[in-house]
């Protein structure tokens, strides 16, 4: 464990926020300014890449600016950690710069300079809060996030945009004042806010009620962003985003901050000796089994897509809670479980990350490309956009966690840490959840590629009144009845929208004409990823890293 | 001349100046702006070598006309007094490079704004009691005048109501002086600090003149439910005396009550008097509340920045009732950042309603188009002032609620960290307004700005309709320095400590 000084942490946290200049500097010209985003994430993933293989033998690049605050000092340190977490953000960035050039133009938005200038900023303090090295310059970077991101989520300028831009201020700032104070009695009780590995000795020895205050408050701010229900409900509002936003940043960058505060709490801050002395792993691995069960209940029955997979992000965020949870509830134990539901719970963050960037990436491709939101529109569109449908449908898969593709990784990691652990509570919540999540990715694989409009059946699961034969007719999200499916939906499809008004979609091969390769490759990028982490996790270097921390924060040691 | 004399002439040359810009009127006419500068100037050099030399060599005492010290006027620059100095001086000459074009242009408006800046120097660098209260006297005085240079009706109304309440004010702070004198015989303020603690804590009458002067300088810092002035003062003036008097006339207010609290009564006085220091206490947690919730019902923009002062000033209060080297840091640098930002925001207010003649919330709906510049500068300033790092506004708010968690005083500590979102309350209204709507479409397109470009570039900005160049430095140099001090708040910290701990002891 050696610090090595050097710029380069401060390099890849800047380079996306000094691109913001000629970003809005060159707006009449769009190819120029999509010239810059590009050129800036290339040199920001090189440069996080650059630092991986010393993280990988236990070294950290740090940059040290001096002090900021009392108790404070301005350092950004590239540990294990915070590149597991700078490295998904910055080479998602790059693939989805290039989907945004095809998302944004397809549709023709208005606005785009500042949306690539608020994208660029927003992942310049994802990585700020990836490397940051105590729980200030976190918070810092957590501020500017919710900063950053504020004019994405408010694009549209409708009233719906503005007033999830409201809850969504209201929200990560009231969790950042609970940042705020939890780090402030963190730095009373201990007089040093900065993150060690196995957590800061002076807490052990803390009145334990205002450790535990304090743990509270901390994990309460970051849970806003990690959507811990019940402060999960601007995140499903947030989807008015355009659809690039909805994949990078609210199933990657800005709710994994959240997660990622949340494990640099566990894991750094207090350590997960400190957790499981306290008690306080277990409440929070409850909470976090709550959501992921609810979560996947409420998705169900979401008709609209894009909320439909904001529900299953808030599920997924709390698997990796949840992993978390239990390495800090078992660390007590003998045995390997909380090493296991560690590795479970830190890998997820990637194989999540790629999968939910995938399925966002086709959800946006096809509303660009027909102007679809609604899943109960969908029926027979895997014949008019096959290559993105098929994405979809093994991004689905990995969800719901069949073997082969990154979620079953994470998630056999997870089951094994909280059966090895005793928690079969959290077992079963898992497995029920995985059923759940087959139970609602399937009816969209199913009516994409096995419906047209004129014959589709029943999906009593989705669609029946919740309650069964004794509950009402309505249904519970409020939505039309099946009466109103097919051509009237179609109102706003517009000529090119490949939808013919007979009532079936135009074929299309699989070749790749279905859309432009600006938003193909992206989906099929993050396909392709999401298989490789599922197949051969130990050469996606994500593992590797996860290994490292989990190592790093465990007091066994033994590098499994 | 030694550098001691410098805290003297530190105060004579605004008065000079003042003097020069009145007669100047006699030779030609509209030339009091080049001599306001040019006296502003002078003034930020002095003030300069003597907030460094404090910094450097510590406290700079001068006793006028060679009097001795108990009986003569003492005048001390140290850390604290060396800050205001510079932030008097250096406001005022940002806000003249504002006022060029925005006016009013009249010599005798520049000869009483040399006044205001000459009183709130002496408030600052005096070490006597009855001189603190003749300069507050002078601010105040200047302060009405100014506020009543505007055309309209509204600024003498605004500047009557300021009178009657400011004048109550400053009597009660007058009464308390009084009492102070009776008890103790003398009004320097050191002097004081030593006598007092001769006569005990618990005599009557010196709990009621620290009741009578903390009421006094309450009102004059614009506390709730005191502050009744200050809203009509700040919404009625015109755009460059709100944003001076916004920036400079509550913030040394309450530097006075920093001062007068420690230096003279002290720490020990609180800690005998829970009482006393309750009434530092209620008058700051009811402020940071009242003032946000206020402001968060206003339409008018400026009378919205008003009440945001209310409760920022609450901050400021809760620090000086926290009463550690930390807190009282964050005072200082939250009375800086304050002046900063709200003077900003004011001046920004002006500029936007010169070049879109938007003064209410509504109006400022799609300003990034009418206003590039405006809107981003407003923007970023609102950005600090809620408190996001790293910003000033984020720093003051971490040394005070540090200074509240050192001191256990948990209460304080919830209301400053939620405060927060209070803050936010009232400017993301605004803001939304600003960037994600569509301008109202009855605008009279003559203001509307073909072209201009949505991300506040700068070179568009020069030709716009009535704002000059001046106008767009002032605002975007606040905007600048809102973020910039951020970072150079540890070293600050670190250089006022021994200010501050003498200041407790």
Same mark, same amino acid.
């Given at each position: ?98 989907? #945004?050039? %095809?998302?944004?133009? @397809? =549709?023709?938005?208005?606005?785009? +300079?500042?949306?690539?200038? /608020? &994208? $660029?900023?927003? !992942? ?71 993150? #060690?590995? %196995?957590?800061?000795? @002076? =807490?052990?020895?803390?009145?334990? +009620?205002?450790?535990?205050? /304090? &743990? $509270?408050?901390? !994990? ?89 997979? /904001? &529900? ?93 593709? /990154? ?154 | ?505």
């Amino acid at each position: 464990m050696t610090d090595i000084t050097s710029l380069r942490p401060l390099a890849a946290v800047l380079v996306s926020a000094f691109a913001v200049v000629p970003i809005l500097a060159s707006t009449g010209r769009p190819n120029v300014r999509e010239g810059w985003t590009v050129l800036a994430a290339v040199c920001k993933l090189g440069l996080v890449a650059s630092m991986v293989p010393a993280a990988l033998r236990g070294d950290a690049f740090v940059t040290d600016l001096g002090p900021f605050v009392p108790y404070v000092e301005f350092t950004l340190r590239a540990d294990a950690l915070g590149l597991l977490f700078a490295l998904v953000a910055s080479l998602l960035w790059l693939v989805t710069s290039f989907y #945004s050039i %095809g998302y944004m133009r @397809g =549709l023709d938005e208005h606005g785009q +300079t500042r949306y690539f200038a /608020a &994208f $660029a900023g927003s !992942v310049s303090s994802a990585v700020g809060v990836a490397f940051a090295s105590n729980l200030i310059v976190l918070y810092l970077f957590y501020e500017l996030l919710t900063v950053a991101t504020y004019p994405l989520v408010a694009h549209d300028e409708t009233d719906e945009a503005r007033a999830a831009g409201r809850k969504y201020l209201a929200y990560t700032f009231g969790g950042g004042v609970a940042v705020l104070a939890g780090t402030l009695l963190v730095v009373h009780l201990t007089g040093t806010a900065a993150f #060690s590995a %196995g957590g800061i000795a @002076g =807490l052990a020895s803390a009145d334990p +009620t205002l450790a535990r205050l /304090a &743990f $509270a408050l901390l !994990v309460t701010g970051f849970g806003v962003k990690a959507a811990l229900m019940p402060l999960h409900s601007w995140l499903p509002d947030a989807m008015v985003a355009p659809t690039p936003v909805s994949g990078l940043l609210h199933a990657v960058a800005v709710v994994k901050s959240g997660v990622f505060g949340v494990s640099r709490v566990l894991l750094d801050v207090f350590g997960i000796d400190l957790v499981a002395e306290l008690g306080v792993g277990g409440v929070l691995a409850a909470i976090a089994a709550f959501t992921l069960l609810t979560a996947s209940v409420i998705a169900l029955r979401q008709d609209n897509l894009k909320r439909r997979l /904001a &529900f299953s992000t808030v599920s997924q965020l709390s698997y990796i809670v949840l992993g978390l949870a239990v390495g800090g509830a078992a660390a007590a134990q003998p045995g390997d479980a909380a090493k296991w539901a560690l590795i479970g719970g830190l890998l997820h963050i990637p194989a999540h990350a790629f999968m939910k960037l995938t399925l966002f990436f086709c959800a946006g491709a096809v509303h660009v490309e027909t102007h679809t939101d609604d899943i109960s529109d969908m029926a027979g569109i895997g014949r008019r956009m096959p290559l993105t449908m098929g994405a979809f449908a093994v991004a689905a898969a990995g969800m719901a966690g069949i073997p082969l593709i /990154a979620g079953f990784v994470s998630k056999y990691f997870l089951l094994v840490g909280t059966v090895s652990g005793g928690y079969v509570v959290f077992t079963a919540a898992l497995l029920v959840s995985g059923i759940l999540n087959i139970a609602y990715f399937w009816p969209v694989v199913y009516t994409a590629f096995f419906e047209t409009p004129e014959r589709s059946d029943e999906k009593p699961l989705v669609e029946a009144p919740l309650g069964g034969y004794f509950g009402t007719a309505t249904r519970a999200d409020g939505g039309q009845p099946n009466g109103g499916r097919g051509a009237s939906s179609h109102a706003d499809g517009n000529s090119d929208s490949g939808h013919d008004h007979d009532g079936g979609w135009t074929r299309y091969a699989p070749d790749g004409s279905e859309s432009t390769w600006f938003m193909l490759g992206p989906i099929l990028f993050a396909a392709a990823g999401s298989v490789v982490l599922g197949v051969v996790p130990d050469a996606a270097v994500f593992l590797r890293i996860v290994r490292e921390i989990v190592s790093a924060a465990t007091v066994m040691g033994v590098v499994l | 001349v030694t550098v001691s004399d410098l805290a003297a002439l530190v105060v004579a040359l605004p008065i000079f100046g003042s003097l020069v810009a009145f007669l100047a009127a006699l030779v030609r006419s509209k030339s009091g702006w080049p001599v306001a500068v040019a006296a502003t100037a002078a003034q930020l050099v002095v003030a300069t070598t003597l907030a460094a030399t404090a910094f450097r060599d510590g406290k700079i005492s001068y006793v006028v006309g060679g009097f001795e010290a108990p009986y003569g006027i003492e005048l001390v620059v140290d850390g604290l007094t060396g800050t205001m100095l510079v932030l008097i001086a250096a406001v005022s000459l940002g806000v003249l490079a504002f006022a060029r074009r925005a006016g009013p242009r009249s010599n005798p408006f520049y000869a009483v704004y040399m006044l205001l800046v000459a009183g709130l120097t002496g408030m600052s660098v005096t070490a006597d009691l009855f001189n603190m209260y003749v300069f507050l006297e002078i601010t105040g005085l200047a302060a009405y005048a100014l506020v009543a240079s505007g055309e309209r009706g509204r600024s003498a109304v605004a500047a009557l109501k300021y009178l009657l309440v400011g004048t109550v004010g400053a009597s009660l702070f007058l009464l308390g002086i009084g009492y102070a004198y009776i008890g103790t015989g003398t009004l320097n303020m050191a002097d004081l600090a030593v006598k007092l603690a001769a006569n005990g804590y618990d005599a009557t009458l010196m709990q009621t003149a620290f009741a009578l002067i903390v009421v006094g300088l309450f009102i004059k810092v614009a506390v709730f439910p005191l502050h009744t002035w200050q809203p009509d003062a700040y919404a009625g003036a015109p755009d460059t005396v709100s944003g001076l008097i916004s920036a400079l006339v509550s913030t040394v207010a309450a530097y006075a009550l920093l001062r007068v609290v420690f230096t003279v009564f002290g720490t020990a006085f609180l800690d005998a008097n829970a009482l006393a220091h309750g009434l530092l206490v209620g008058g700051a947690i009811v402020s940071i509340v009242a003032g946000s919730l206020l402001a968060v019902s206003q339409s008018e923009v400026k009378r919205m920045l008003a009440y945001s002062s209310v409760s920022q000033f609450g901050l400021v209060v809760a620090a000086i009732s926290i009463g550690n080297v930390t807190a009282l840091t964050g005072a200082a640098v939250h009375l800086v950042g304050h002046a900063v930002m709200k003077g900003g925001l004011f001046l920004t207010a002006g500029l936007v309603a010169t070049e879109t003649g938007a003064r209410t919330v509504e109006e400022f709906e799609g300003l990034v188009e009418r206003s590039p510049v405006g809107a981003a500068v407003f923007g970023v300033l609102a950005v600090a002032m809620v408190g996001v790092p790293p910003t000033i506004g984020f720093a003051g708010k971490w040394y005070i609620a540090l200074g509240a968690a050192e001191a256990g005083a948990w209460t304080l500590l919830a209301v400053i960290v939620g405060s927060t979102l209070l803050t936010l309350a009232y400017f993301a209204r605004l803001v939304e307004r600003m960037f994600f709507r569509e301008p109202p479409a009855d605008l009279e397109p003559a203001i509307e700005r073909v072209g201009a470009v949505t991300d506040g570039g700068d070179e568009a900005a020069g030709d716009a309709a009535g704002a000059s160049l001046g106008m767009y430095a002032a605002v975007v140099a606040a905007a600048v320095l809102a973020v910039a001090l951020g970072f150079v708040v540890f070293q600050y910290g670190d250089a006022m400590q021994p200010t501050i701990e003498s200041l407790l002891s």
